[in-house]
């Protein structure tokens, strides 16, 4: 409630709103710190916050124990590669709802936002089945298939409410010109969207990024990305939090700072544009 | 205008998308609801039979299952009114003309770019082992016992866990309804020197009461599927006691190897998901449409 506000008051609501946004970071800021700490200090009662003998070595000790680089590497090739194709089947399909929209497109865009709907453990089985079959379990191909198809709904819907803000009549002007259906998606309306292109493919990266039911369930080894990575550290061997930490930090660090870039997309993206 | 030669190669370029989500969503489907017909398990795949609504009906009444209802309706509902809550709460606070906007908002936010297998563990550990926990410190500098957070009481755990994960989503939603109230309604308000609750139900409250639906809605569609958090910290236990109907499901499927039972629990699940999802749907189509 923006109302005129007495000096006082004012002050109390800033150490208010900061010892708030504080406590809600926190864990994450704890993460951080006690992944510089050695084991012993990672235990120490009471608790070192900032004065103990700063250190990398759990970085490095998870790279060498458990393999970080591939891992990450996964995280990287199935988030980043099943989106990209993602796009590409979107682009056009939201290219065609935005501006050649038919009596049924609302209808097909309803139908697809369902199919988010749908909990994943209702086709478990069947697709751990089919997987097991096609040898696609702990492949790289068949986990990046599922991430892209998990996105697809999401990614056309965002495309198709920024498509919606760009005026028609330039299309149409480059079509009087001659332009053909792929140049003009090509060259006149990709480059108008790239903003909306962007904020779109940000958003499925981090939801692909942190997707934790597939991930564990179909990979083991070889195709698993951070999530199983970090769920390999649930069984506690000795002292292993400072691991944790840094295993943890090494997780979300590069998503986190892709999520504070798009955090005003990540509304309009997760809301359907229901709320903008 | 659409011309019929656009209209052509709408239906062409649409075409994929709908291909790919439909095999996505049908052919799994079809078949979870085939096996749920079958008498199905993995260790024994020579003795498959067709068995009717059997599995539903073991399923059904099995005391588990029960258990993980209950589960899940208390690990979804608590969660909801933590975050929803809350995040009222904190997009209020952030609202205000307070110094380091951007920087607070960042604080904020953070926590829903986690992924869920890091928050689980990080709070399993970090902060609520009974031992060398932050809380477990907090406690003991106050005069108190720590609390043996996930043996003790294992589904506020989760639910605390979850709920910490979620916070950020629902303030972050409702911080951008707020910001979309105009600044005269806000002047008007303060003219007729409405105080600060009145002004809060009878204006705020409306006027994001839609954002709040939609939150709740989401929420609930991703809440029904929890599953990281539940696997690397408790393992469903102790005994069922944060069992969930997806972790029963995995259970059933991938640790007991009935593909019968899973099938029908999937399905259950399904029912209960898409409860939720036709009023999810009514809200965004008639969003469409304006």
Known sequence: MAMKQSPAKRVGVTVAAWLVAFLIFFPILWTFLTSFKSELDAIAMPPKFLFFNWTLENYAEVQERSNYLKYAFNSIVLSVGANFVGLLIAVPAAWAMAFAPGKRTKDLLMWMLSTKMMPAVGVLVPIYLLFRDLGLLDSLWGIGFVLMLLNLPIIIWMLYTYFKEIPVDILEAARMDGASLLNEILYVLTPMAVPGIASTMLLAIILSWNEAFWTLNLATSNAAPLTAFIASYSAPEGFFWAKLSAASTLAIAPILVLGWFSQKQLVRGLTFGAVK | ?290
């Open chain 2, 1 to 290: 205008m659409a011309t019929q030669q656009t209209s052509a190669a709408a239906r062409v370029l649409v075409a994929p998308s709908v291909i790919l989500l439909f095999l996505w969503m049908i052919v799994p489907l079809a078949m979870t609801l085939y096996f749920s017909s079958l008498r199905y398990s993995l260790l024994d795949a020579e003795n498959i039979g067709f068995v009717g609504f059997q599995n539903y009906a073991a399923f059904l009444s099995d005391p588990d299952f029960l258990s993980a209802l209950v589960n899940t309706l208390v690990l979804v509902g608590s969660v909801l009114v933590i975050s929803v809550g809350g995040g009222i709460l904190v997009a209020l606070l952030m609202d205000q003309p307070v110094f380091g906007q951007n920087a607070l908002r960042l604080m904020v936010i953070a926590p829903f770019f986690v992924m869920p297998t890091v928050s689980a563990l990080v709070w399993k550990n970090l902060l609520m082992n009974p031992d060398s926990g932050l809380f477990a410190w907090i406690a003991r500098s106050l005069g108190m016992e720590p609390v043996v957070w996930f043996t003790n009481h294992p589904m506020m755990s989760v639910v605390i866990v979850v709920s910490w994960e979620w916070l950020p989503f629902a303030s972050l939603i409702l911080l951008t309804a707020l910001q979309s109230l105009d600044e005269e309604q806000k002047e008007a308000a303060q003219l007729d020197g409405a105080g600060a609750l009145p002004y809060f139900f009878y204006i705020v409250l409306p006027h994001i009461a839609r954002a709040i639906t939609v939150v709740i809605l989401i929420e609930t569609i991703f809440l029904l599927s929890v599953f990281a958090e539940i696997y690397v910290t408790t393992g469903g236990g102790p005994g069922v006691a944060t069992t969930n109907i997806p972790f029963l499901v995995y259970k059933e499927a991938l640790l007991n190897f009935d593909v019968g039972a899973a099938s029908a629990g999937g399905i259950v699940a399904v029912i209960l998901a898409n409860i939720v999802a036709i009023f999810l749907m009514r809200i965004v189509g008639r969003n469409l449409e304006g």
